[in-house]
């Protein structure tokens, strides 16, 4: 097998003639012939080609700061400094305000100050620095924060500004990879419509595995597509990479853009058939490899020497990784969880499925605002390039980026199992991409009346979509709902008649749909960065901007969920925060409730029914009601989605003599747990795992623990229910022989037992 060599020069561009670019330059995107989907046709990019001046031929090299702020010479003079305002407002705007989210979820945040004391806890992700259990997930994603806590100890910016600098990448990947083919502005484009997108800026804001996802997944369509312009095998191995680190980040879900990608890439790769299929198989390799090093260590290292499996029932990773966090995701089947969501359009306790549920009360606030805009570009797209030839490069980009959008939102549209708001944030990328090829390329061809009807059809879409999407939340900005809709009406009717306008009215009224069709999931993501956020599920947006079924979803609208509390969405008065937050005891206000202690949006409960942003930096979770949790009080026990209120008594009683111990204490549940850890920098265990149905201790094995004097004190409450579960789990029955035999000690309201001290009946 030959290859072609890489001519490139320094500054990233070379020719092999007059508008033909050899094979692994760059400058092939720049001085491309016409689009083959039929002359005649603009060149994309339409900017004018300015040739390189090689170093040495007749001038100096420029120094690099000139060459980093000038970028490219085929681009125009405005590009890179463009691009680099992009990622510098993208920057400012997601590390603002970032400490009100104090440690996020907790439930991460306790593994990655494990990781960060232990480099075995690291390695498997394990909750605690003692290695009990691990997260329900690899642990690839906790492994930036871990290293960040590690330099610059433990902090609520020292967690989450890797998630911040992942967000900021996956920025400048997507521009990256639309500027190759058509040009900077649809590469702005994209760029600013992912970062604005609501879920974005909640999630690269936050410490769960989809921020390392979404710039992984990104990646991979980006190798893919250079992959595409000429056939060359690294990028192919480069994608398998990306998809197998991706795999360490959240399992199975990195694969679901595999299956479009592969046949994109089969059918329309530049080189024969026979290499296509080799090269799959190279990348398939890579990604197995990338992927499976870390499972082959874990699976293969005795079981006695390292933490239980959490999530699994059988202490395997491979159980977890095909059942809990596999096909349990999407028949609603899953072995040690709370239960399933409903089928072929039914209602479970995690919301509706079917064709819209991208669209519906529960999911459309945080993704869905461009996804009409964006299918109207796609099959617009395809139609355009509809025939070219089949390696055209034009095409295939719309192929790869709308096949992994389409794959995507249709798996999320009809998983019946866990399914949170939040995990919409892997589609923004694919959204981003196609409304920045589509926009730019039909802006081409606006000569055409098709086209310039077709660009007005997307901005109506995305205007009267944006008018429902804010009329939903109708005390929030109730002015902005028919800005949109009027700016974006009068918008697209000035894209009708396009060409009869002049040139300022033209891009006028381009500016006037684009600033329409953003400013709803604008205002959304200002309100998102304003608020903090902490939890196991989180929603981005104003106040009721999302409802969800399932336990601990939010107020009113809310379905299945376990009695207890509300959900107190954004920072609200202290009363509000004591009540609506719903710790434990507080009264179920807001519909039939969620778990108690469940607060989505707001992190500034210190004392108990007082609240102020960003008080919650010492593990006290917020949520609490009255009393509860106070700096002088004991502590309230969390809940299955939420943890715990920690206070200074708390606190002192369990950091006493804590050294003379393996675990300081033991709680049912890993965000109870989490919390006590967070607060006391001490490893507290976390029986039965998440939700404290893991059967991990055992009764014999936490029996043995007490016995070796390895663990100080229990918790009372947390897991399932605050009793562990069922009465058949390990967890219950270790909470019931812990009460029968043990002495109980009451700080303020969380109740210990000392293990230490068994009663005089035992």
């Known amino acids: 097998m030959t290859t072609q060599p890489d001519t490139s020069t320094g500054n ?115 909750l605690d620095s003692a290695n009990a259990i691990t997260v329900d997930k690899p642990p690839a994603s906790l492994w930036p924060m871990a290293l960040s806590v590690r330099i610059f100890g433990l ?30 502005a649809a590469g702005l484009i994209a760029g600013a419509v992912l970062a604005l997108t609501p879920v974005a800026a909640l999630m690269f804001r936050f ?19 250079r992959g595409l312009e000429d056939g060359r095998t690294k990028w192919l191995v480069w994608a398998g990479v990306a998809v197998g680190f991706a795999f360490l980040a959240k399992t199975l879900q990195a694969f679901l853009i595999l299956p479009p990608l592969a046949v994109l890439y089969a059918v329309c790769a530049p080189v024969s058939l026979r290499k296509r299929f080799a090269q799959i198989g190279l990348s398939a390799g890579a990604m197995v490899v990338a992927g499976g090093w870390w499972v082959a260590i ?73 996804l009409p805009a964006a299918l109207i570009l796609l099959v617009a797209g395809l139609v355009l390039t509809r025939k070219a030839k089949r390696t055209d490069l034009t095409r295939g980009s719309f192929l790869a980026w709308g096949g992994a959008l389409l794959m995507t939102a249709l798996v999320f549209s009809y998983m019946a199992g866990i399914f949170h708001q939040y995990y919409t944030v892997a589609l923004a990328p694919y959204i981003a991409a196609v409304v920045g090829m589509g926009a730019t390329v039909l802006w081409e061809e606006r000569g055409k009346v098709w086209a310039s009807l077709t660009l007005a059809g997307a901005a109506t879409a995305s205007a009267a979509w944006g008018y429902v999407l804010l009329d939903r939340t109708s005390d929030y900005l109730p002015w902005l709902k028919w ?80 009695p207890g509390g509300g959900q107190n969405q954004q920072n609200g008065n202290g009363a509000q925060n004591g009540q609506q937050g719903g710790g434990t005891g507080g009264p179920p206000t807001g519909g039939t409730g969620g778990f108690p202690g469940q607060n989505q949006q707001g992190n500034g ?48 009683l369990l950091s006493k003599n804590a050294g003379d111990y393996t675990w300081a204490a033991a709680a049912i549940g890993s965000q109870n747990s989490a919390s006590y850890q967070l607060a006391t920098g001490k490893p507290v265990m976390a029986i039965g795992g998440f939700n404290g149905t893991d059967p991990s201790p055992t ?64």
């Open 298 to 370: 874990v699976e293969l290292w005795p079981a006695s020497s390292r933490p239980y499996i959490g999530g699994s029932q059988n202490n395997s990773f491979l159980e977890l990784t095909f059942g809990y966090n596999g096909l349990g995701r999407i028949n609603g089947d899953e072995t040690g969880s709370v239960g399933g969501g409903g089928g072929g359009g039914g209602t479970g306790q995690w919301g509706e499925t079917g064709w819209n549920r991208m669209f519906n009360s529960e999911i459309g606030s945080q993704i869905s605002w461009l």
């Open 483 to 562: 800005l949109v809709l009027v700016g974006g009406l009068t918008g697209a009717l000035g894209l009708i008649f396009v060409t009869r306008l002049g040139r300022r009215l033209a891009l006028a009224a381009a500016a006037l749909s684009c600033a329409a069709a953003i400013a709803g999931p604008t205002a959304y993501t200002f309100s998102t960065v304003n608020t903090g956020h902490s939890g196991s599920i989180v929603t981005a947006g104003p106040s009721g901007a999302s409802t969800m079924g399932g336990p601990g979803g939010g107020g009113g609208g809310m379905r299945g969920g376990f």
């Open 12 to 126: 990233g561009t070379g020719t092999s003639g007059a508008g033909d670019p050899s094979p692994g330059t760059d400058a092939r995107f720049a001085t491309s012939p016409a689009p083959s989907w039929g002359p005649p046709a603009p060149t994309l990019p339409s900017e004018p080609v300015r040739p390189a001046a090689a170093p040495g031929a007749g001038e100096p090299a420029r120094p690099f700061l000139h060459r980093a702020w000038r970028g490219r010479p085929e681009d125009p003079r405005w590009a890179r400094p463009a691009f680099l305002a992009l990622l510098l407002a993208t920057t400012v705007l997601y590390l603002y305000g970032l400490s009100a989210s104090g440690y996020a979820n907790s439930f991460y945040s306790a593994a990655v100050q494990a990781g960060s004391q232990s480099w075995k806890a690291f390695f498997f992700g394990s």
């Open 699 to 762: 009764l014999a094995q936490f029996k043995k623990y007490v016995t070796d004097g390895k663990i100080h004190y229990f918790i009372s409450g947390g897991g399932m229910g605050g009793g562990g579960g069922a009465s058949s789990s390990a967890s219950s029955r270790i909470s019931s022989w812990v009460t029968a035999n043990f002495k109980k000690v009451t700080v303020g309201s969380a109740t210990f037992y000392d293990l230490t001290q068994p009663t005089s009946s035992s």
């Open 207 to 225: 410490n769960n595995p989809d921020a390392m996802l979404a710039l992984l997944m990104t990646v991979t369509v980006y190798c893919v597509i």
């Open 605 to 652: 409960n210190t004392q108990g029914n007082g609240g102020t942003r960003g008080g919650n930096q010492q593990g006290g979770m917020p949520g609490g009601g009255p009393g509860e949790g106070g700096m002088g009080g004991g502590g309230g026990a969390g809940g299955l989605l939420n943890g715990a209120n920690v206070g200074s008594a708390a606190k002192a």
């Open 155 to 184: 902090s609520s910016w020292a967690i989450l500004v890797p998630e911040v600098l992942m967000g900021v990448a996956t920025v400048g990947v997507l521009y990256a990879a639309l500027r190759r083919r058509f040009g900077p």
